[in-house]
């Protein structure tokens, strides 16, 4: 497994793998055809079919330096659904192309070439194998991570929680309508402000939710997010983050520790299945974060390795088969609302997970990983961020 560094990016909105991964493709392809006076762009399979809602186009457009004209192809089957082509010439003759596959979290693969292995810094790759070692080592998972991350880790989180704190903020204190045809209104600061006869825990709950919404409607418009794992799910956990600060006084440095078992936790589905709802469907994006923010909740309140363990699999094992179905490819409907549904489910996993008695527990979570991959595969990509299928197919609503 890479760093959870890898896992955890600052950047903006709507969608990992399809701004932050075609920037960042767009940007090697410039630093190698520095020559072209031309290129031509061509986008495949989930680019092609919701690259406009997820703002794709907008991207490559304003990152290209060359001349250029981006194609829709909506016919072809790419070899992975999200993928771009970067045909350049020079004094109309072409002088080379650039394959480049968007895999998940704003990460790319270029056709043809070697993944960097030396990346890896992980020895283990399962939970199973992470978690007999720590006991073995009488260590947490959080030390176990900062054994493997370099020096500066802990800093790095300090930023990412800055970072996932001041989305929350933003997104609160706006108004108005998500960009794009849906037309749909801003929530957060609504459920924040909202004046309702509630006790004290009830409130937490509804902030809960505000939270949520506050991080995905900044997500959908744009703004600066942490990918956790991906943009499209990035409200859960910064809201359950500021849920046990206020809900539970959790303080700054357990936060920090709880951040690095939830990228664990991520990693771990990264590497083993996939975070990309092209390639998996909404249960490897949305269920993902569900089972971050679970371990995340479980770790700061202080259970044990084995009901961390047990609750991101009761996250993620009741997310499996979740399809994607964004209407019109905008990051908005069902995702803004997901977000919140996930965040309270992260709660609730780690809640049952703490009455339960572990070593009955029948499914591990590299099982539930495992199958989520399987499980991705089997979906039709209809319902893998294509909009051809679900609520985006059904929804007759107006434009
Ligand atoms: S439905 Fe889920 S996977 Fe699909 S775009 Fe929305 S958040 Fe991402």
């Not at 970072?163 to 609160?172: C, D, F, P, Q, T």
């Not at 794992?229 to 500021?242: E, L």
């Not at 009741?318 to 309270?344: F, S």
Request: proline share 3%.
């Amino acid at each position: 497994m890479q760093s959870i560094k890898e896992l955890f990016k600052i950047g903006n909105g709507p969608s990992s793998s399809h701004t932050m991964g075609p920037k960042n493709a767009t940007l090697i392809f410039n630093e190698r055809y520095k020559q072209a006076d031309y290129v031509k762009v061509i986008l495949y399979g989930s680019f092609a079919l919701t690259g406009k809602g997820h703002l794709t186009d907008q991207i490559i457009d304003k990152t290209l330096i060359a001349k250029h004209d981006i194609e829709f192809d909506y016919l072809d089957v790419p070899p992975h659904p999200n993928t771009v082509d970067y045909i350049a010439y020079k004094e109309n003759k072409e002088i080379g192309k650039l394959r480049v596959f968007s895999i998940g979290g704003g990460c790319i693969r270029i056709d043809g070439e070697e993944v960097d292995s030396k990346k890896d810094i992980y020895p283990l790759n399962t939970l199973f194998d992470i978690k007999e070692y720590c006991v073995k080592n009488r260590i947490s998972l959080s030390d176990y991570v900062y054994s493997i991350e370099d020096d500066n880790f802990r800093d790095y989180l300090e930023h990412i929680l800055d970072v996932m704190l001041s989305g929350i903020e933003r997104g609160l204190n706006v108004e108005g309508t998500l960009p794009g045809l849906l037309k749909i209104n801003r929530k957060a600061k609504m459920l924040y402000d909202k004046h309702v006869d509630e006790t004290n825990d009830e409130r937490d709950i509804r902030h809960l939710y505000a939270y949520a919404y506050a991080t995905s409607e900044e997500n959908a418009s744009g703004g600066e997010i942490v990918t956790a794992p991906t943009c499209g799910s990035c409200g859960v956990m910064p809201a359950v983050i500021r849920y046990s600060m206020e809900h539970d006084n959790i303080s700054r440095k357990t936060v920090i520790d709880g951040l690095a078992v939830a990228g664990l936790i991520g990693n771990l589905v990264k590497k083993n299945a996939s975070i990309s709802g092209a390639e998996a469907g909404c249960q490897a994006e949305v269920g993902t974060a569900c089972a971050m923010a679970s371990a995340y909740y479980a770790c700061v309140k202080g259970a044990n390795i084995d009901h961390i363990d047990q609750s991101a699999e009761i996250a993620l094992e009741h997310h499996l088969g979740l399809t994607c179905d964004p209407i019109m490819g905008y990051v908005q409907i069902p995702c803004v609302e997901r977000n919140a549904v996930a965040a309270i489910r992260a709660i609730n996993a780690y809640n049952l997970a703490s009455l339960l008695n572990s070593s009955d527990s029948k499914i591990s979570f590299d099982l539930v990983v495992k199958t989520m991959l399987e499980t991705g595969h089997d979906l039709t990509s209809n319902y893998r961020e294509t909009s051809l299928g679900g609520l985006a197919k059904n929804y007759k609503g107006e434009f």
